[in-house]
Every structure is written in structure tokens, then in C-alpha cells.
């Protein structure tokens, strides 16, 4: 800082409360035990963006539980995903919550929270069906394995100069892409491994390392490539490679007569097929779904694929952090054991802009009810006349008594420019006293969500807002 002392910015805090817990739980009878904070956390991005979505510092409210065995763990990770559910539901907000990977923070399942939203940077998978849900790092969708009833045809090499991709090798053999066997090879701290994969699907590199269980994991480089496959990238293939493991999407598992690369550069292999020309060390699930055309693994029903923004992340933790720290207690029968963790955050900040992005127009914000700044604003349009002042100001201290959030915009503006700074604002429901309440004692009520307008007596005022509110409130607890 200034005076050039070192300080420590927190990202996450996993350490610093199993430290706490290890000093501070040391029975059985202690647990299972929750600590809760809700701070500022920091965390390095590359490029701050989105408002708030985005950005270097902001709030956040997290959780951690420690628990004597994994039966008392999964009871509170079900209580907190049920509370997860409940206070975006609670928030008025459209949301899914998902399978995802555990990434840095570890341990041995996560679920996100994520709000549905074209403006996400995240891409959610779920079934409309049977409920199944998980980010696209984390989803699976039904293998479909059947074979085509094609005989085996000889193999034969074909020149390509110089065509490397799928899209021009496509155009070349004049057939789609699921006809080629792409094959990458990459570098892991396991050593070198080849991936096979259909040419019209991607690898997912999160879900490869997952499943070998490594931690760290690249697309190796072109000397690499040249020194595994004698030829450039572009033209690797599985037929005559040694000395390399090889892992296979199930995409590629019963086809028949496939194209891939020769491992000679600008060659490649017609009619390529699996034990015959080549062996599999290990299939498994590293693709990345499709946006369309996905079954579901669970019930076989389409699968959906849309935006999303992550408000909310639950883990279960597992010993990673109490064996690395030593945190221990003692159980009933006095020996030491490890914690069993797991740990839940929202992000607060994060949540107000999600809920922005989901709800807004032309005019600007559309704030759900329960997490709007003010529920009510009370727009004089005359504050010089005495009867719309003295009615405006007992309509917001009848308000504000019976306990709702309530504005009042005495500022000498125009009415337009009241109205529009509402409607910017986003406050849900708006009084307005004008030219109908001084000649007929009628207030004009408009929901700023659907437009809907509502003329009422001045003395009904209170009473048509509370019932209102109540009835929108009691729509997000449903």
C-alpha cells in the first residue's frame, strides 16, 4: 500500500476458515458446524468487464460446513442447494441450477446456480423432461453408437496438399464431417497423449483432464506433433502411431470406413476403421455438446442449450483441505480425524446485475419485486399545489408505517422527466397525483413491468399497492 506494507487480497477462503475450524472445533460433538461471512472478495482478471458481472472486487456471501462423516455432509449440501433454489426463486429471477466441475477449488461434486440470460458468458445444458441440468463443461448427453451396415473397405492413401482442416478436408472428399477421425495430441503432466474425436465435435479439454486425472493439460506443440506423427499438425492420425497413449470419443466408437490423417504431412487415409487399422487404449466421454440435436443421457428427451450467468456455486469439498492443513478433531472414540467440507457462496453483486440483465427494456430496468431498490415511487407532478403535496407526502408516510419501500420524488422536474427516471430505475410500481387526482381525487397507479395502469381514490391507495405487493411477493415463493 502507501506506506509500502504487504497486504493479502482474499479470492477465495477456504484456507483461512479451515484454519479457523482447526483451532476452534475440536469434538465430534462440535459438528457438524457452519461458518458463515459476507465480504468483499478479489479476484485477477484479465480483462474487468460487464459492469459488475465482471469485475476485480465485489460481494460476495459464502459458506463453509465441517462434518464427522459424508452422510453429514450430503444432508447439508441438500439443505443448501434446497436454500440456493429458494432465495433465487425468492429474488424473482428465471434460473437453473446445474452440474458443474469442481475446477481449482476442488473436492468431488459441484452444482451452479445460473441465470438464464442471453448476455451469459456461460453455456447451460438441461433437460425440460426429467430436470437434469449441468454447464457445458460437465454435460453428457445419450451416445448414440449404432454402426452403418457398410462392409469394410481397403485402405487407401489419398494426397491433400496443404489441407488441414475439417472444413477443407469436408469440401475436398465432398462429404460432412462426421466421415473423419480428428486426432490431437496433447501434452499433460501424465506425459503425451493422443485424442480421438468425430471431425464435426470438439474436444472439451475439462472434462479429458478429469478424466485422466491430471493437472495440467495442452494441446502440444508443432514440434511435438512432428516428433509423435512424423508430419505437421493438421495431419496426424491414428494408424501406425506408437509409443502414445490413446483415448477415443465414443463418437468414433462403431463407425465404419472413416478418414484421417496419415501422419505424413499433406496425406490422409481413406477408409480407416478400428482394430483393424488401429487399436483404442480407452474410450471415453471428452466432447463437447452440440447446441442442437442432444439427448438427454437420463430420459432421451432433446436437450436444451441456452446463456447463462453464474450467481452461485455449492461444492463438496471433501478432505481436500483438512488432510493438506492437518485439521482434525477427535471422535467418539477419541482418535483423530480429518473434516469432511464442503462450502457454498453467492454472489451478491453479482446476483443485482444477473437480475438486471434478465429484466430490463427500452426504458431501462424492470426490477422483480423482491430485490427492487424501492417497490414503490410517488411522483407528484406539482409539488407547488398544496392538496398533491399534502396527499403525496400521507400516501409515503402510510407507506413507509405498513413497512414498504417507498420513494418519494418531490424534485421540481417536469413530470416527464420523473416518469422517465422511474421507469430508468426500474422501480416496480408507481403513484402518480396530476391533473385526475385535482379534478376527481383519483391517483394513477402504473406497474412498470407490464404497463398496466390502475385509477383508484386517493384513500385506496395504500391498500390496492399493499395488495400488490403481497400478491407478487407470494408469485416468487410459489
Request: aromatic share 8%.
Amino acid at each position: 500500500d502507501r506506506h509500502n506494507h504487504s497486504f493479502a487480497l482474499g479470492p477465495t477462503h477456504e484456507e483461512v476458515i479451515t484454519d479457523l475450524a482447526r483451532n476452534e472445533v475440536s469434538s465430534y460433538k462440535m459438528l457438524p458446524v457452519l461458518f458463515y461471512q459476507i465480504q468483499t472478495k478479489f479476484r485477477d482478471e484479465i480483462r474487468p468487464r460487464f459492469g459488475v458481472m465482471r469485475s476485480r472486487e465485489f460481494c460476495m456471501k459464502d459458506a463453509y460446513s465441517f462434518h464427522a462423516d459424508e452422510y453429514s455432509l450430503e444432508k447439508t449440501y441438500k439443505n443448501m442447494y434446497e436454500a440456493y433454489s429458494t432465495i433465487f426463486k425468492r429474488c424473482g429471477l428465471s434460473f437453473r441450477a446445474v452440474e458443474a466441475d469442481t475446477g481449482a477449488i476442488g473436492g468431488a461434486a459441484s452444482h451452479e446456480f445460473m441465470v438464464l440470460a442471453d448476455s451469459g458468458e456461460d453455456s447451460v445444458v438441461f433437460c425440460e423432461n426429467c430436470g437434469y441440468g449441468a454447464n457445458m463443461e460437465k454435460a453428457v448427453s445419450k451416445n448414440i453408437l449404432s454402426a452403418n451396415e457398410d462392409s469394410l473397405l481397403d485402405m487407401e492413401k489419398v494426397h491433400t496438399p496443404g489441407i488441414k482442416t475439417i472444413e477443407n478436408l469436408t469440401d475436398f472428399f465432398k462429404i460432412s464431417g462426421d466421415k473423419f477421425i480428428k486426432t490431437l495430441i496433447y501434452s499433460t503432466d501424465q506425459g503425451k497423449v493422443a485424442v480421438l474425436i468425430r471431425g464435426d465435435y470438439d474436444v472439451n479439454e475439462i472434462k479429458l483432464k478429469n478424466y485422466l486425472k491430471c493437472d495440467f493439460i495442452e494441446l502440444a506443440d508443432e514440434e511435438t506433433v512432428k516428433l509423435i506423427t512424423g508430419a505437421q499438425s493438421g495431419f496426424a492420425g491414428p494408424v501406425g502411431m506408437k509409443d502414445i497413449k490413446i483415448i477415443a470419443d465414443f463418437s468414433i466408437k462403431n463407425k465404419k470406413n472413416m478418414i484421417s490423417g496419415a501422419n505424413e504431412t499433406d496425406y490422409h487415409l481413406k477408409n480407416v476403421n478400428i482394430e483393424r487399422n488401429f487399436r483404442i487404449n480407452e474410450f471415453a466421454d471428452v466432447r463437447i455438446l452440440r447446441s442442437s440435436g442432444e439427448l438427454c443421457n437420463i430420459c432421451e428427451h432433446e436437450l436444451k442449450v441456452c446463456k447463462g450467468i453464474e450467481v452461485g456455486h455449492i461444492f463438496k469439498l471433501g478432505k481436500k483441505y483438512s488432510n493438506a492443513m492437518k485439521a482434525v478433531f477427535l471422535d467418539e472414540k477419541g482418535e483423530q480425524k480429518v473434516f469432511i467440507m464442503g462450502c457454498y457462496g453467492i454472489g451478491v453483486s453479482r446476483t443485482v446485475a444477473a437480475a438486471i440483465e434478465q429484466n430490463n427494456d427500452e426504458n431501462g430496468i424492470v426490477w422483480p419485486m423482491p430485490i427492487a431498490p424501492f417497490q414503490v415511487i410517488i411522483i407528484p407532478t406539482n409539488m407547488e399545489d398544496a392538496k398533491i403535496k399534502s396527499t403525496s407526502l400521507d400516501i409515503y408516510q402510510s407507506l413507509i408505517s405498513d413497512g414498504i419501500e417507498v420513494l418519494l420524488d418531490d424534485r421540481s422536474e417536469r413530470p416527464g422527466v420523473k416518469f422517465k427516471d422511474a421507469d430508468l430505475i426500474g422501480i416496480p410500481l408507481r403513484i402518480t397525483l396530476g391533473k385526475n387526482f385535482l379534478q376527481n381525487n383519483k391517483v394513477e397507479i402504473k406497474k412498470r413491468q407490464s404497463g398496466e395502469m390502475i385509477n383508484c381514490e386517493a384513500a385506496e391507495a395504500v391498500i390496492m399497492i399493499k395488495d400488490i405487493i403481497n400478491k407478487e411477493l407470494k408469485l416468487t415463493d410459489s
